[in-house]
């Protein structure tokens, strides 16, 4: 029996789904009690140091249970697995395996030989690795919104970040393949699909005779086409690659989802710069402006990273100045964290004190909190087409989901079920949600 825990990005939430059919595959049957498994599994992330430290947290308390149990495997797998490589095993000794992401179908062979007792270790990075043919078992599902992944690996180098060095160069996954998982989730009741690539807009996939190939605008539509019932979403979007095409692609289907997750990190052009995310801050307004020409309800969402290194004052104000411009849907903000190996590690100074990190952090946190709730309010008396992904938290007698902008929204369950689409009208807000009635 296998037990699997998972940290970090959807991504790697996906990876965990090709995880366990690889191990369902090889005879092992998965477990929700870490207690009760032979093989204890954690699918990690290192793209801040309080992501590794969670994970350090973890392995003590897996720790005190391979004491007592000596013949339970324990392993690492994912984003800190290829970080650490085998230094892992000397830092952390209770770990028997080590498999990063490009490595997953080795693990029945990488656990036999745990089990004779020597420790397994396989960080190979591939250019070539997709899953393409593995199925997922979809082990945490709601059974209504699955995500398929489109990419692996990232090919920008942008300076803070450590995912190239975990996941290695980009690759597509051969389209057709896409579509068929889409048709197979659709076929078992699914009615949301989320394409997931690191940059899906940079989604290229070629036959092997070199005479077709396949954009992302172009997949989007393939996925669309599988039945007008099925939603898909998409993320994330990287700002110099989101073409027009993909936007007119959205118009085009009424089932992919007015919602674009664009992360900005950072409104300055100077720290943009540094960052070598390559576009700059007109650039970014002008992405912006085209996706609310063509698509005036789009719901659009960013990440953030807060005083990186040289970030001054005026570049934190420009930072708040572009989030009152877009009025995000959502925004996940992070301060920086240094990660070894990454060229601002190596070229650039932490130099934005803690302090002032904490501080500009509230500031954005704060704006974004309120500007959300302005904007929450303008949806009162709108109707929207709701997918009910599941009760809501607090009742049973009502269902969540979201609207294509991806704004929750609760409404009152009467006869309806999770995967049903169900007209409502918003009556009124909380802080984060909108709460509607129903109107067909
Ligand atoms: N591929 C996506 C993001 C992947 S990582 C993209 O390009 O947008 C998710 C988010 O983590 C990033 O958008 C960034 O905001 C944040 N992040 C990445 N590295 C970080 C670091 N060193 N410190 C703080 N936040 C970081
Ligand atoms: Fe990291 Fe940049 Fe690639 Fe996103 S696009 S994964 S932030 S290197
Ligand atoms: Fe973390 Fe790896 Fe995702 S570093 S954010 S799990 S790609």
Request: aromatic share 8%; glycine share 6%.
């Amino acid at each position: 029996k296998f037990y699997i825990e998972t940290y970090g990005c959807a991504m790697n939430f996906s990876d965990t789904e090709i995880i366990a059919s690889v191990l369902n595959n090889a005879g092992f049957s998965s477990t929700d009690d870490f207690t009760g498994a032979d093989l204890i599994l954690i699918n990690t992330c290192s793209i801040r140091d309080n992501a590794e430290q969670k994970v350090r947290k973890r392995l003590t308390d897996f720790r005190v249970l391979k004491k007592a149990n000596p013949g339970k495997l324990i392993g690492v797998l994912g984003c800190m697995a290829e970080r650490l490589k085998s230094k892992f095993l000397d830092e952390e000794k209770i770990v028997d395996l080590v498999v990063g992401p490009d490595a997953y179908r080795d693990l029945p062979k990488l656990i036999a030989s745990a089990d004779e007792g020597e420790k397994g270790v396989n960080v190979l990075l591939s250019r070539e690795e997709t899953y393409a043919d593995i199925s997922p078992v979809r082990l945490n599902s709601n059974g209504v919104s699955a995500f398929i992944s489109i990419t692996r690996g990232c090919n920008n180098m942008c300076s803070f970040c450590v995912v190239p060095f975990t996941r290695g160069r980009e690759r597509s996954r051969e389209a057709h393949s896409i579509v068929a998982e889409a048709k197979h989730l659709f076929n078992q009741g699914y009615r949301e699909v989320t394409l997931l690539g690191q940059n899906v807009d940079s989604y290229l996939w070629k036959n092997e005779e070199g005479d077709k190939q396949v954009n992302f605008a172009q997949l989007l539509e393939m996925v669309a086409l599988v039945n007008p019932m099925l939603r898909v979403r998409f993320s994330t979007s990287h700002p110099k690659d989101l073409t027009d095409d993909v936007l007119f692609a959205i118009i085009k289907h009424h089932n992919i989802c007015n919602h674009i997750h664009l992360p900005v990190q950072s409104g300055s052009s100077s720290v943009l710069e540094r960052m070598n995310r390559t576009y700059d801050r007109d650039w970014y307004m002008e992405r912006i402006n085209r996706i609310k020409e063509l698509i005036p309800d789009c719901g659009i969402s960013t990440d953030m990273i807060i005083g990186f290194c040289g970030e001054k004052e005026e570049d934190h104000l420009q930072t708040v100045s572009m989030m009152e411009y877009v009025k995000y849907n959502l925004a996940y903000v992070y301060k920086y964290s240094e990660r070894p190996g990454t060229y601002a590690a190596k070229q650039f100074a932490d130099n934005v004190s803690e302090e002032i990190k904490s501080r500009r952090l509230s500031e954005i946190v704060d704006l974004q909190r309120r500007m959300q709730q302005e904007e929450n309010i303008k949806e009162v008396g709108k109707e929207f087409e709701v997918l009910a992904e599941g009760f809501s938290k607090r009742s049973d007698e009502f269902l969540s989901g979201r609207n294509s902008q991806s704004k929750m929204v609760i409404f009152p369950k009467m006869n309806f079920k999770k995967g049903d689409y169900v007209n409502v009208r918003i009556v009124s807000i909380t802080s984060a949600t909108l709460i509607g009635e129903v109107i067909n």
